[in-house]
């Protein structure tokens, strides 16, 4: 799914978003399942791990040698405030009942999207979803 994913969005995005032709991708949620998200699209040759997120720093520091260049952030909100032009997509792998704000937030940047499942842990949160992809058309 995750390459697939990468597949169709990076052409379009190398072409309009950045210099390198790079799908740049900012993982929040580095630890547990979101190495296996990670493995699935790093090897993929237009997909570019820039940014990295995690509040648990062993984790966080042992995925970064992994990806020497990309910037590091304990808090994504911080990530969110200060570098979001540095990255096309978002790579969500927090805690079930944060999945829906970190993307409403990913989303109201114009940032492209991948989530885990549950998407929701609320069912409020399904309506404002719903509200925000419909504004944003043409993000994926």
């Keep these: 799914m995750g ?8 052409p379009t995005l190398g072409q309009s978003a950045n210099k390198n032709s790079k799908l740049r991708i900012l993982q929040v949620g ?4 979101g190495g296996m998200d990670r493995n699935g699209l790093k090897g993929h040759p237009q997909v570019e791990f820039a940014g990295l997120c995690d509040i648990n720093k062993n984790n966080l520091d042992k995925v970064a040698k992994e990806f020497p260049k990309a910037k590091t952030y304990a808090d994504w909100r911080v990530a969110y405030e200060k570098d979001m032009d540095d990255y096309d997509a978002v790579l969500v792998c927090t805690p079930d009942h944060s999945h829906a704000v970190t993307a409403l937030h990913a989303l109201a940047q114009d940032k492209h999207l991948y989530l885990q499942k549950p998407v929701v842990h609320q069912l409020e949160e399904i309506g404002m979803l719903r509200k925000a992809l419909a504004a944003k058309p043409n993000l994926v």
């Design 3 to 10: 390459l697939a994913a990468a597949s169709s969005v990076a």
């Design 30 to 33: 580095v630890g547990g399942v």
